[in-house]
């Protein structure tokens, strides 16, 4: 796989996983929508360093959020 496939790979499961934390919240499990939000933003890591720079915006948002390294 290459590493631009393997990115829109790990960018479709961060949307799936900020999906299901959005469910979380409209159920209201703040609990269970950390952990899919902690999944989205391993999944956006594994995006970016497959593929630096084509996701700005999320690396912005995990520098932010302090959840980049």
Same mark, same amino acid.
């Given at each position: 796989?290459?590493?631009? $496939? =393997?990115?829109?790979? @790990?960018?479709?499961? *961060? ?8 469910? /979380?919240?409209?159920? !209201?499990? $703040? =609990?269970?929508?950390? @952990?899919?939000?902690? *999944? ?8 970016? /360093?497959?593929?630096? !720079? ?16």
């Amino acid at each position: 796989m290459s590493a631009q $496939s =393997e990115g829109n790979y @790990a960018e479709a499961l *961060q949307h799936y996983y900020e999906a299901m934390g959005e469910q /979380a919240i409209r159920q !209201g499990d $703040s =609990e269970m929508r950390e @952990a899919w939000s902690d *999944q989205a933003v391993q999944y956006w890591k594994q995006a970016i /360093a497959l593929t630096p !720079g084509n996701y700005i915006e999320a690396h912005n948002w995990l520098k932010i959020t302090r959840r980049f390294e």
